[in-house]
């Protein structure tokens, strides 16, 4: 079974940037088309950014130009490198699959204020 742990958020000014890592152990992610997803209070999880096996990329209209989404199969962590944060960034973020794996990690929170 995976396990999937992120990191990295926190508080940031608008305009800032922050970088998540999602580590993952119990099995590989190599081969698995990875996302992440956000879910603000009171709204859905959802979906903002993918990167395949082979690294193609694809984006939220609402992060497109901002997020760039990455992956490193030898460390098996995937990469969510975010600028020019909003407010409306604010959430709890979380990685898994885009078919996801049977379990969720905790999130990390990212704080969009000034």
């Known amino acids: 079974q995976v396990q999937l742990v992120e990191s990295g958020g926190g508080l940031v000014q608008p305009g800032g940037s922050l970088r998540l890592s999602c580590a993952a152990s119990?099995?590989?992610?190599?081969?698995?088309?990875m996302a992440w997803y956000r879910q603000a209070p009171g709204k859905q999880r959802e979906l903002v950014a993918r990167?395949?096996?082979?690294?193609?990329?694809s984006y939220a209209d609402s992060v497109k130009g901002r997020f760039t989404i990455s992956r490193d199969n030898a460390k098996n962590t995937v990469y969510l490198q975010m600028n020019r944060l909003k407010p409306e960034d604010t959430a709890v973020y979380y990685c898994?699959?885009?078919?996801?794996?049977?379990?969720w990690g905790q999130g990390t929170q990212v704080t969009v204020s000034s």
């Open positions: 990167i395949s096996s082979g690294g193609t990329t």
């Open positions: 119990g099995r590989s992610l190599s081969m698995y088309y």
């Open positions: 898994n699959g885009v078919v996801p794996f049977g379990s």
